[in-house]
């Protein structure tokens, strides 16, 4: 074999990177592999469109086939996203006996364990380093450099649009609405932007990491998810006052009998580096027992920077075509009769420090009746802000905690919101004070 012949479905933002890297590093690849690697075959809607880039005649083609059933193509590149027909073109190339790589987050944390057990019985291997992190090579990091060690936790900021926008809010004062159509410009959002805000894609990839680093499967219907759209500009500047800042983080630990998984926005001190990530970044903060806090930094979306990650993995696909077919690395990075089932910690159980702003009335005693509650529940406030400034007929009281219990939260606010003198719901942000 001195060609390894690759086919790609999907000539969008992430296609047309790859496509690009093929041609700009075409010596570099062959010099690395000592192969040639050929991109034989692109399916893809809409053949006539320019995408900017030139292909050789023959190459462009609207038939799915020409791909997933071509005998000769090697290696099957996924970028058309979403569950379907994406899912059920993956299935067909590996009944073909093709290698995947995909960057479709969605698909693999949803339908992951599927798409895996067929292409464990066809003994080809389904690679999706782009699916998390944009360019970070953060899954061969955990499936390979870091395997040796035992993960406590995997957190960071997961989703390019998200820290985009929430960035140019918190630096420039930007509005939600026209930050996030640039982003959708730059090629950083989902086709459904909903996915990015609302924290989906988010979640999608840190079920991915979660099964990753604690070798488990994750029930994505489990995840606790809430995304940026509800975070206001009072709310970061109150946040600026006090010394923190906002980010959608993904965290997940392993308790041992049982996974945290969840995503929401989330305050952090200024100072750590979690909070210094930003633009279209992405960081992803794991400790293993051996290796210690490791922190991995890089673009989170994107043309280039993905397409960087799809082709790495098609490289790795490739050294194993040429070392004699069989796939060296476990899919998941275990052995796939040892991945656990471990259940995702209820949301009631988490325990969390916690920002919260009310909306009351501007009267005496207001505040002891809102302590009164939080009390009665066992939370201890760590301070307390009451800025000077004020509506008309309404002040914002905003209150930190210490570590307190997320059900007895919910019953604490259950019972603030009953108080006449409380004007609006409760805006609650969680914070994470351990270093990040
Ligand atoms: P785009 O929407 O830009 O591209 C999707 C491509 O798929 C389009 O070229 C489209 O065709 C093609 N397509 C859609 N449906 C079909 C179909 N039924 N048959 C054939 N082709 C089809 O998406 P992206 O490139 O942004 O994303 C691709 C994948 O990469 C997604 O899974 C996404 O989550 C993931 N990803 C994206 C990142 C990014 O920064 N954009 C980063 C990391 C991962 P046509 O153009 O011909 O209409
Ligand atoms: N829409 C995703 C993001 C693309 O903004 O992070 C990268 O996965």
Redesign the pocket.
């Known amino acids: 074999m001195n060609t390894i012949k690759v086919g790609l ?7 047309t990177g790859v496509v690009r890297n093929f041609q700009h590093n075409s010596e570099l690849i062959q010099q690395r592999l000592s192969h040639k690697l050929e991109l034989t075959k692109i ?4 053949v006539d ?1 320019d995408r900017g880039v030139r292909l050789e005649p023959g190459v462009l083609t609207s038939d ?1 086939d020409e791909v997933i059933a071509n005998p000769e193509i090697d290696v099957v590149i996924e ?4 569950y379907e ?1 994406a899912k059920s073109y993956i299935l067909k190339a590996i009944a073909n006996g093709k290698h995947i790589v995909t ?4 698909l693999m944390a949803v339908h992951g364990q599927e798409i895996i057990a067929a292409a464990n019985q066809q003994g080809v291997t389904v690679m999706f380093e ?2 998390v992190g ?1 360019g970070i090579p953060i899954i061969s990091a955990i499936k390979e450099n870091l395997c040796s060690n035992k993960f406590s936790s995997v957190l960071g900021i997961l989703n ?1 649009t998200c820290n985009f926008i929430l960035t140019k809010m918190s630096q420039e004062g930007s509005n939600f609405a026209p930050v996030l159509q640039e982003a959708q410009e730059l ?2 959002a ?2 459904d932007p909903t996915f990015d805000i609302e924290g989906v894609d988010t979640a999608h990839k840190i079920a991915l990491l979660a099964a990753l680093c604690f070798g488990t499967t994750v029930d994505f219907d489990q995840v606790y998810t809430e995304g940026i759209s509800k975070i206001s500009a009072i709310d970061i500047e109150f946040a600026k006052q006090m010394d923190y800042t906002i980010k959608l983080l993904a965290i997940s630990k392993n308790h041992g009998d049982q996974i945290e998984v969840r995503v929401h926005p989330t305050m952090i001190p200024k100072r750590y580096q979690l909070a210094q990530i930003n633009g279209v970044f992405n960081a992803v903060r794991l400790i293993g027992d051996f290796v210690g806090p490791t922190l991995l930094y890089g673009s989170g ?3 280039d920077a ?1 397409a960087s990650a799809v082709m790495g993995d098609v490289m790795a696909v490739s050294r194993d075509l040429i070392a004699g077919g069989k796939p060296r690395v476990p899919i998941l990075g275990y052995n796939a009769d040892k991945i656990k089932n471990l259940p995702i910690m209820a949301m009631s159980e988490v325990v969390s420090n916690y920002y919260l702003r009310f909306t009351t009335a501007d009267q005496i005693s207001v505040l002891a009746k809102i302590a009164g509650c939080l009390g009665t529940h066992n939370i201890s406030i760590q301070s307390i802000l009451q800025p000077e400034e004020r509506e008309i007929d309404s002040v914002s009281i905003v209150v930190m905690t210490h570590e307190a219990k997320e059900a007895d939260i919910t019953s604490a606010l259950a019972e603030i919101e009953q108080l006449d003198v409380v004007l609006q719901p409760t805006c609650l942000i969680r914070v994470e004070n351990a270093p990040v």
């Open positions: 479905l999907g000539f969008g933002t992430v296609g399916a893809t809607r809409d469109r799915i970028l058309i996203g979403g027909p960057a479709n987050k969605a782009a699916a944009g390019g090629g950083y989902e086709a979306a994107g043309m993905t």
